[in-house]
């Protein structure tokens, strides 16, 4: 187990395969979304983008779960066009929305629009169907402590991880990234009723120990502010 101090109440999961850890969190997520099924009439899956989730994209397409009432949406998009080599869209089709899976329900964060500015309203009324709170959010992480496309030199970063903003998305300037971004606010984010952090090397080991020294400083580390209990983190070498 890695030599690692997690806030009280935040589960860690390790293992030295990667696939194995996959596989876990799949097995996981499957399990909280089929017995929100049982509860409701439809369940929602927040994921996120990256070559970290292909393994678990690929575990939890195969789960045997009434896929045609589960609403799947992105953590965070580029403002990309479908088919681009950075979309995360075109990455979770390919990926997640196939076998079982297939059946989802897709709700798109890239709309028709320049920037996202043009297209953040079309991104609402496409999200308007998604009940709140959701059930599962997937989170990753980058080694300067943002996750989703909450980026600490993003000049949107106070609205966005606002406790108190009550909107859905937030259009992401980050000047450290070549795209422009639309990402779902803290508020949504932070009142899953299940959250994972899935994480990948020793590296990310390394930015979550830092993430941790100093939680109150939320917008240095955007990542802090969903290290509080209720968490489980899944990593691997």
Same mark, same amino acid.
């Given at each position: 187990?890695?030599?690692?101090?997690?806030?009280?109440?935040?589960?860690?999961? $390790? @293992?030295? *395969?990667?696939?194995?850890?996959?596989? $876990?969190?799949?097995?996981? #997520?499957?399990? %909280?979304?089929?017995? =929100?099924?049982?509860?409701?009439?439809?369940?929602?899956? #927040? %994921?996120?983008?990256?070559?970290?989730?292909?393994?678990?994209?690929?575990?939890?397409?195969? +789960?045997?779960?009434?896929?045609?009432?589960?609403?799947? #949406?992105? +953590? @965070?998009?580029?403002?990309?066009?479908?088919?681009?080599?950075?979309?995360?869209?075109?990455?979770?089709?390919?990926?997640?929305? !196939?076998? =079982?899976?297939?059946?989802?329900?897709?709700?798109?964060?890239?709309?028709?629009?320049?920037?996202?500015?043009?297209?953040?309203?079309? !991104?609402?009324?496409?999200?308007? %169907?998604?009940?709140?709170? !959701?059930?599962?959010?997937?989170?990753?992480?980058? *080694?300067?402590?943002?996750?989703?496309?909450?980026?600490?030199?993003?000049?949107?970063?106070?609205?966005?991880? @606002?406790?108190?903003?009550?909107?859905? !998305?937030?259009?992401?300037?980050?000047?450290?990234?070549?795209?422009?971004? %639309?990402?779902?606010? =803290? $508020? #949504?984010?932070?009142?899953? =009723?299940?959250? +994972?952090?899935?994480?990948?090397?020793?590296?990310?080991?390394?930015?979550?120990?830092? $993430?941790?020294?100093?939680?109150? @400083?939320?917008?240095?580390?955007?990542?802090?502010?969903?290290?509080?209990?209720?968490?489980?983190?899944?990593?691997?070498?």
């Amino acid at each position: 187990m890695p030599d690692i101090r997690l806030p009280e109440g935040v589960g860690f999961h $390790a @293992d030295d *395969n990667a696939g194995r850890v996959a596989r $876990a969190l799949a097995s996981t #997520v499957a399990d %909280v979304l089929a017995s =929100r099924l049982e509860q409701a009439s439809r369940a929602s899956l #927040v %994921v996120s983008g990256g070559s970290t989730p292909l393994p678990f994209f690929k575990a939890l397409s195969d +789960a045997d779960l009434d896929w045609s009432r589960v609403d799947v #949406v992105l +953590a @965070d998009e580029r403002w990309v066009p479908e088919g681009d080599p950075a979309s995360n869209t075109t990455l979770v089709r390919n990926n997640l929305l !196939v076998g =079982r899976a297939a059946k989802a329900r897709y709700l798109a964060l890239k709309q028709p629009g320049e920037i996202p500015d043009q297209g953040l309203e079309a !991104v609402r009324q496409a999200l308007s %169907v998604l009940v709140l709170p !959701v059930d599962v959010v997937i989170l990753g992480m980058g *080694n300067d402590g943002h996750t989703a496309s909450l980026f600490p030199d993003a000049p949107e970063l106070p609205e966005a991880m @606002d406790e108190f903003n009550t909107g859905l !998305v937030a259009a992401m300037t980050p000047e450290s990234q070549p795209q422009p971004r %639309v990402t779902l606010t =803290r $508020a #949504v984010l932070a009142q899953a =009723r299940f959250t +994972a952090l899935h994480l990948k090397g020793e590296d990310k080991l390394d930015t979550l120990r830092r $993430a941790c020294s100093a939680l109150d @400083d939320v917008f240095a580390m955007p990542v802090r502010a969903f290290l509080k209990p209720g968490l489980e983190v899944f990593w691997s070498p």
